[in-house]
């Protein structure tokens, strides 16, 4: 009897000892689990709040650029303006450059959440997408334009020698970066150099018609 009494306590210990295990068990999985969503919900939220930084700065920096396309390389370049306003011209410039160093902080903040990530949103792949995308197109372009100008200032150099002037020559805008191509597909979004023709002649461009 007492045998009997002994072999059902220790059943009922090692029932208890199993169940305890799955109850373990299965919380390690809970645990886990919430913890992986928590995760994956902290990235996402940083990937919502990284875009509205990057949007903003690339707004700053299509400002600058609409500027220097309206005040610098423009259709009606002449050797002497170039000469003239080099100073300000390369503080524009350097702004530009300046704005782009911030949208590559905000890129670099965010691309290891974003490239070769899904998430399980669907607004944040397309954020994630979009930042992707623009970061390369806005590279190409201050690339682009800044080969641009320094193609205005070779102009200008080769002038200078052409007609034996003693003018000192313009110094090009130095920068270290190229093109870019992050998802590899061979197309640069954004690289467009322009070819601005650049005269040695002022004309008149008030627009007005003058009288017969």
């Known amino acids: 009897?007492?045998?009997?009494?002994?072999?059902?306590?220790?059943?009922?210990?090692i029932f208890i000892g199993f169940l305890l295990i799955i109850i373990g068990i299965v919380s390690y999985i809970v645990i886990n689990y919430n913890s992986d969503q928590a995760e994956v919900k902290r990235r996402m939220d940083e990937v919502r709040e990284s875009y509205k930084t990057f949007k903003t700065d690339v707004e700053s920096f299509n400002s600058i650029?609409?500027?220097?396309?309206?005040?610098?390389?423009?259709?009606?370049?002449?050797?002497?303006?170039?000469?003239?306003?080099?100073?300000?011209y390369k503080e524009i410039f350097n702004n530009y450059k300046d704005s782009l160093e911030k949208i590559d902080k905000d890129y670099n903040g965010v691309k290891d959440k974003c490239i070769n990530v899904l998430h399980p949103e669907a607004d944040v792949n397309n954020k994630c997408e979009a930042?992707?995308?623009s970061y390369e197109e806005v590279v190409n372009t201050y690339?682009?334009?800044?080969?641009?100008?320094?193609?205005?200032?070779?102009?200008?150099?080769?002038?200078?020698?052409?007609t034996n002037s003693s003018d000192t020559k313009l110094e090009k805008i130095k920068s270290d970066?190229?093109?870019?191509?992050?998802?590899?597909?061979?197309?640069?979004?954004?690289k467009k150099e322009v070819e601005k023709e650049i005269s040695d002649e002022?004309?008149?461009n008030t627009g007005v018609v003058p009288d017969e």
């Not at 009897?1 to 210990?13: Q, R, V």
């Not at 650029?65 to 300000?88: C, F, G, H, P, W």
């Not at 970066?177 to 954004?190: F, H, K, L, P």
């Open 65 to 88: 650029r609409e500027d220097i396309y309206t005040n610098v390389i423009t259709d009606n370049m002449y050797y002497q303006t170039l000469k003239d306003n080099d100073a300000s």
């Open 131 to 133: 930042i992707i995308s």
């Open 143 to 162: 690339v682009s334009d800044v080969n641009s100008y320094n193609n205005l200032i070779t102009s200008y150099n080769k002038w200078l020698t052409d």
């Open 1 to 13: 009897m007492e045998a009997k009494s002994h072999n059902k306590h220790l059943g009922i210990l």
């Open 177 to 190: 970066r190229d093109y870019i191509d992050i998802n590899g597909d061979r197309e640069y979004n954004g």
């Open 202 to 204: 002022e004309e008149d």
